[in-house]
Nanobody, 124 residues
């Protein structure tokens, strides 16, 4: 069993920054790829970013490329999402997820474990 707990969400003005964290427990965190997804009100959950087990391969949705950075610290069992130049359309609940593979993927069905989510609200 794996537990994922997100933190770092909040309210920020457009153009601002936030850093989300996702702490993992219950499994060998460093053996698996991780991802971030988001769900805006009334919309489907969508892929944001993914990172492989070692941290040397990342993949981003076009909508966040150049503004968001995913990283991980395997010693701390934590994955991060640094979000810069935030826009009102980034408002969503952000979820981290663990993928029982080594490489990156944007396919939600390949993620086996999910956190409860953290709310990010960007005001205009």
């Amino acid at each position: 069993q794996v537990q994922l707990v997100e933190s770092g969400g909040g309210l920020v003005q457009a153009g601002g920054s936030l850093r989300l964290s996702c702490a993992a427990s219950g499994r060998t965190f460093s053996a698996y790829a991780m991802g971030w997804f988001r769900q805006a009100p009334g919309k489907e959950r969508k892929f944001v970013a993914a990172i492989n087990w070692s941290g040397d391969s990342t993949y981003y949705a076009d909508s966040v490329k150049g503004r968001f950075t995913i990283s991980r610290d395997n010693a701390k069992n934590t994955v991060y999402l640094q979000m810069n130049s935030l826009k009102p359309e980034d408002t969503a609940i952000y979820y981290c997820a663990l993928n029982l593979r080594l490489g990156v993927t944007a396919v939600q069905s390949e993620y086996a474990y999910w956190g409860q989510g953290t709310q990010v609200t960007v005001s205009s």
